[in-house]
């Protein structure tokens, strides 16, 4: 009974996982792609693993406040509407492609 459990269990958190970097894939195409894709201003692009490198290490947390607050020339929220969710989601999707 324990093994099914865990079986069932590891299957619901790939899926509520999958589900969340859809969701952080559509944050970030519809509002940082502009700019990262393309390495716009010296923005790091998406899957540049050296580019993020240094921004990986200081963490999650410090990526969300970073785009939250605006850092260099990248403004508060990236210049969008965006929503702390869609801010949180964007960046769970981007290191889930640097690391």
């Given at each position: ?7 069932l ?64 020339v990248?403004?508060?929220r990236?210049g ?16 889930s492609?640097?690391?």
């Amino acid at each position: 009974m324990f093994r099914v459990f865990a079986i069932l269990a590891g299957v619901l958190a790939v899926a509520i996982s999958t589900g969340v970097l859809a969701d952080g894939k559509a944050a970030y195409d519809a509002k940082c792609a502009a700019c990262h894709a393309a390495g716009v201003a010296g923005a790091p692009k998406l899957g540049d693993k050296a580019a993020w490198a240094p921004r990986v290490k200081t963490g999650e947390a410090a990526l969300v406040q970073s785009v939250v607050k605006g850092k260099g020339v990248m403004p508060a929220r990236g210049g969008q509407n965006a929503s702390d969710k869609e801010i949180k989601e964007s960046v769970e999707y981007i290191l889930s492609q640097v690391k």
